[in-house]
């Protein structure tokens, strides 16, 4: 696409002229905005850029060796990983409600960025993945609607907290040139087409108390959830589609054995603007197979129920 490449060539002469001999930091989710914002950076700047994944714990399966593996070997950029999952699990421990959760994992956050951060060197910039949606939403752009919606998570805090000047090379994309831009970048199609994952990650899907026990139930489950529907051929068809651990038990039968296990909700939605969605007709056969696999393959499972809610009155996460 020839409007993209010209627009990746500007973008990127601003950024070095922008930047000058300093440095850039940019925080990697795993998420589709944050990798094309670090492809494009290390286009621009290279060696000159910094990314910092926060490993909370509350990861999808192999999220984080993804992670590693295309910003170190693909691209080859200063990454540098925290691990900061027992700190996250301590600050959740006992904590129910899920505006709760979300408001530790935020404070978390931005005291592990901010304490990485501020042991790089030279570090002037952050280079944030907001998009066009979120600079509307967040009432930012003067030519906007004159009524603020929301604050988007995506739009401020972390910068005015670190004292760093912003970088936001996709403020005038939207998700689908974003995706584009990210395919001439480089980067492999399963990055670029992956499913939209909350900041909060696992820890809204881990209804009730979140416990490290519990997230490997779920991520094992949310795995071959995953697994399945690529395999059908019908992830790109879906919007957003996940495991959701229950916090009840229920009776079932092994064997001679009675259980009394967890059950696993699967949640696969379509969606244009994710407001409002309907659940995925995904086909029986499809549902069989995810269903007898996690229950199979996922020790302390016994149970999958599939969400037939649509958005509104439910909404896409089960917190
Ligand atoms: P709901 O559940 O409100 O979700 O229908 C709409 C979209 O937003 C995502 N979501 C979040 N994203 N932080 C995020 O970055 C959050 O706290 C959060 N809560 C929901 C959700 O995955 C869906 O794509």
Not at 132 to 141: F, K, L, N, Q
Not at 235 to 241: A, G, H, L, N, V
């Amino acid at each position: 696409n020839w409007q993209l490449s010209d627009f990746a060539d500007a973008t990127v002469r601003q950024i070095r002229d922008a930047v000058g001999d300093r440095r850039v930091i940019c925080g990697l989710s795993g998420g589709v905005d944050s990798s094309v914002v670090a492809a494009l950076l290390y286009k621009a700047i290279g060696p000159q850029l910094t990314c910092i994944l926060i490993d909370n714990g509350l990861l999808r399966q192999n999220e984080q060796a993804l992670v590693i593996d295309e910003f170190t070997n693909h691209f080859k950029a200063d990454l540098h990983v925290v691990d900061a999952e027992d700190r996250f699990l301590a600050s959740l421990a006992g904590v129910v409600e899920p505006q709760e959760k979300r408001r530790r994992i935020g404070h978390d956050f931005i005291e592990c960025f901010k304490k990485e951060a501020e042991s790089i060197e030279n570090a002037h910039f952050l280079a944030q993945g907001t998009l066009y949606p979120d600079v509307i939403e967040s009432g930012a752009d003067p030519d906007g609607p004159a009524a603020t919606i929301k604050l988007h998570h995506n739009v401020g805090g972390l910068p005015e907290e670190l004292g760093f000047e912003l970088i936001e090379p996709l403020r005038d994309l939207f998700k689908d040139e974003v995706r584009r831009l990210g395919l001439e970048l480089g980067l492999p199609e399963k990055l670029v087409w992956r499913h939209p994952f909350p900041g909060p990650g696992l820890a809204v899907r881990c209804l009730g108390e979140v416990t490290r026990d519990k997230l490997v139930v779920l991520r094992a489950a949310d795995a071959i959830v995953i697994e399945e529907i690529e395999a059908a051929g019908l992830y790109r068809e879906t919007s957003q589609t996940f495991a959701v651990l229950l916090p009840v038990q229920s009776v079932g039968v092994m064997g001679d054995a009675r259980t009394y296990d967890n059950a696993i909700a699967v949640r696969s939605v379509n969606t244009d603007d994710f407001m409002t969605a309907d659940w995925s007709r995904l086909p029986y056969e499809l549902l069989a197979r995810i269903s007898t696999r996690i229950i199979n393959e996922v020790k302390g499972v016994n149970r999958v129920c599939y969400d037939i809610s649509s958005k509104p009155p439910a909404t896409i996460e089960w917190e």
